[in-house]
């Protein structure tokens, strides 16, 4: 991995062509997080503000182990616990990482309106570039997963960069290197979807978890980030994980048929207007006019 | 104070009171503030505009308050006018007789009153968008505090936002098509206030009629 695998393949906002459209990489890469085995020890939430260079503000306590309520734009990587009963009276606690996923079809940089505020690298990656961010927050209408946050002062939005600047350089993201069981893994997409097909398998066939299974929504595109769930049947059991995320209809139909019903709607009625004003002109252009017309 | 179907000296007969005027252009200025930015959010290849005006970040600050100064001139325009706007038989007749209207046979349209069939559907088109784009622009204004729960406000307001929008850019093309280019004088109504006697008759015989019928004898 290299800087290479930065380079640019979709644009938000962006008419015109983009400098890495269709420029093949050797592989796109990805984050794996095993539930199964998270302890929820929280140190890839302090390596991400780490490495981030975030500030911490106050948190809400909501009677769990969990850092706060939800992600903020200054808190990018949140462990998520929920206890679940299960139909024979067992109890799980079910830990889940929650952060940017990467979408492939990432439904903030459809949404956005600004050219080059949000970027998707052909590794993958879907990073936003604040300096070109105006705040308008439609980012969190287009993110099927509630994860772009507004800075308030700033009036910029924030998420998880996949540590672009490390990956950049050949390194894992800082909350990978931080996580002391083994739960998360980095490397190419395919590699990381094979490990965890087969940690799926061994759950299944050795733990007693007969609907554990890997969790790459197709609905996006797949993303660049993957769970391996005892219960992929149930996502939502996780935090509200969606079962079946896509980027909102209304979203597609706004950035579609709208967008192109009004392109033609606005070009044809200035094109209509004018045609009409050559062909029939002013309303009050009577005979006395003419007559004036031709004599100057 | 001069009133609105006074006649003026030289020929000329008062059609815009100055605080209608100043409505007109408060509204105007603010709703081409609002659909310049609003077309450089609606597509990539306008996004220039917002550059040219300052930069996104500004226009995104702006627009929600130009939104507001826009509503509000709207909502005093209903107070002034809205009586004026009801739908007349005679407005059903124009309807029917549009076709000459377009082809600029006026003498062949039934006899418009203040304001004829067309800037009526005008006024109640805007009045009616500019209240769909308050509500959904208010969403739009602060999207990171609807809960996620009530996601769907956002997803409707992306939507009705842009499509209300288009409407109101259909209603402007024509009006200012109207009032610059086809009817002479309109324009000037609306800066100086007056048009000539010939204009009233030509356009709003309705209205005319009622100011001479007014003017002979005098007002209260």
Same mark, same amino acid.
């Given at each position: @991995? ?96 929650? *952060?940017? @996923? ?26 936003? *570039? ?22 308030? *002062? ?37 590699? @990381? ?8 398998? *061994? ?94 | ?68 100064? /826009? ?51 005008? /006024? ?97």
């Amino acid at each position: @991995m290299s800087q290479e695998t930065l380079r640019i393949q979709k644009i938000s906002g962006h008419a015109g062509t983009v400098a890495g459209e269709g420029t093949q990489r050797e592989y796109t890469i990805c984050k794996l997080i095993d539930t199964t085995t998270c302890i929820g020890c929280k140190a890839c939430e302090v390596a991400c503000m780490e490495w981030n260079d975030l500030p911490f503000g106050e948190t809400i306590f909501g009677n769990t182990y969990q850092t706060m309520p939800e992600t903020r734009w200054n808190y990018w990587n949140l462990i998520l616990f929920n206890e679940h009963e299960r139909e024979d009276g067992s109890l799980m606690w079910l830990m889940r990482k929650n *952060q940017c @996923m990467h979408c492939a079809d990432p439904g903030c940089l459809a949404a956005c309106p600004s050219d080059g505020a949000i970027v998707q690298y052909t590794n993958g990656i879907v990073d936003f *570039q604040q300096a070109n961010c105006i705040g308008c927050g439609y980012c969190i209408t287009g993110c099927p997963f509630d994860i772009p946050k507004l800075n308030p *002062q700033t009036k910029r939005v924030f998420k998880c960069t996949l540590c672009t600047d490390r990956v950049g350089e050949g390194l894992e993201p800082a909350c990978i290197k931080s996580c002391p069981t083994g739960c998360l893994h980095f490397g190419s997409k395919d590699d @990381m979807l094979d490990l965890a097909e087969k940690r799926a398998k *061994q759950l299944r066939d050795h733990s007693n978890y007969p609907n554990a299974g890997v969790y790459d929504p197709k609905g996006v595109g797949g993303t660049s980030v993957v769970y391996v769930l005892h219960d992929a049947a149930n996502p939502e059991l996780y935090g509200g994980l969606p079962k079946d995320p896509h980027i909102p209809w209304s979203v597609k139909l706004w950035k579609g048929p709208l967008k192109w019903l009004g392109n033609v709607a606005m070009v044809g009625g200035l094109i209509g207007l004018f045609v009409h004003y050559l062909r029939f002109g002013p309303k009050d252009r009577d005979e006395e006019e003419m007559k004036a017309e031709t004599k100057s | 104070m001069s009133q609105s179907g006074q006649i003026l000296p030289h020929g000329r007969v008062l059609r815009y009171e100055l605080h209608e005027r100043l409505t007109h252009w408060t509204a105007a200025f603010s709703y081409i503030y609002l659909l310049l930015t609003g077309l450089a959010f609606y597509t990539p290849w306008l996004f220039w505009i917002a550059i040219a005006l300052g930069g996104g970040q500004i226009s995104r600050m702006l627009h929600p308050w130009a939104g507001l100064i /826009f509503f509000l001139a709207v909502m005093k325009m209903y107070s002034m006018w809205a009586a004026q706007m009801r739908t007349t038989e005679t407005d059903k007749a124009w309807w029917g007789a549009v076709g000459h209207y377009a082809r600029n046979e006026d003498d062949k349209m039934p006899p418009a009153g203040r304001y004829n069939a067309g800037q009526k559907l005008l /006024f109640w088109g805007f009045f009616w968008c500019s209240l769909l784009l308050l509500l959904t622009g208010a969403v739009l204004w602060f999207p990171e505090f609807i809960p996620w729960n009530l996601r769907f406000l956002r997803y409707t307001a992306v939507v009705i936002h842009p499509a209300a929008a288009l409407l109101t850019i259909g209603l402007f093309l024509i009006h200012i098509y109207m009032s610059v280019f086809a009817e002479r004088g309109a324009f000037g109504s609306v800066i100086r206030g007056d048009v000539s006697v010939e204009f009233a008759k030509r356009y709003h015989p309705g209205w005319y009629k009622e100011i001479v019928g007014e003017s002979s004898t005098p007002r209260k």
